[in-house]
């Protein structure tokens, strides 16, 4: 994650600040982000993390053992610097999206791939998924449940607030 400084319309040459989105990044060799979206208190800020690739084991393609997450940062309000206070696990792989609702409270993201994983020695197969989560004052996401999808490509998701 990269935060450049806006000066009259144009954005600085250099970043003011480069944040890791993993938990682990030398673990990680297949991970790409995803969306990023601002908390509507501007407090903070949640980016998608999504392993892609797949690995042989036992003779199956499964995922490899990469990182599908939410990164959640906080902005300092003087300066603008993101800190990153937790990486929530997606409850599935490559969460291709995700939205907030307009009062800040929920998020929901979009899990777009059904596919084979790896659970310990045993292969099992995981369903593409739309996974809610509370978000906390303190910005933090709280796994609600998940909802498995029939199909895969699952490439936008939304809220809108109703009347």
């Known amino acids: 994650l990269q935060a450049y400084r806006l000066e009259k319309g144009t954005l600085s040459a250099a970043p003011l600040f480069t944040k890791e989105t993993l938990v682990n990044p030398g673990k990680m060799a297949r991970q790409a982000t995803s969306t990023l979206h601002a ?63 307009p009062s800040g409270r929920m998020l929901v993201v979009a899990n777009m791939e059904g596919t084979l994983v790896r659970n310990g020695e045993e292969v099992r197969s995981v369903a593409a998924t739309l996974s809610v989560f509370r978000i906390g004052g303190d910005g933090k996401l709280d796994f609600v449940r998940k909802y498995d999808q029939e199909r895969g490509g699952l490439f936008w998701t939304g809220m809108v607030a109703l009347p």
């Open 39 to 101: 908390h509507p208190n501007g407090r903070f800020l949640y980016v998608g993390n999504r392993g892609m690739g797949k690995t042989e084991f036992k003779g199956k393609r499964v995922q490899g053992d990469w990182e599908n997450s939410i990164a959640v940062y906080a902005i300092n309000q003087e300066s603008g610097e993101p800190t990153l206070i937790q990486n929530a696990d997606t409850h599935g792989v490559h969460p291709r999206t995700f939205a907030l609702d």
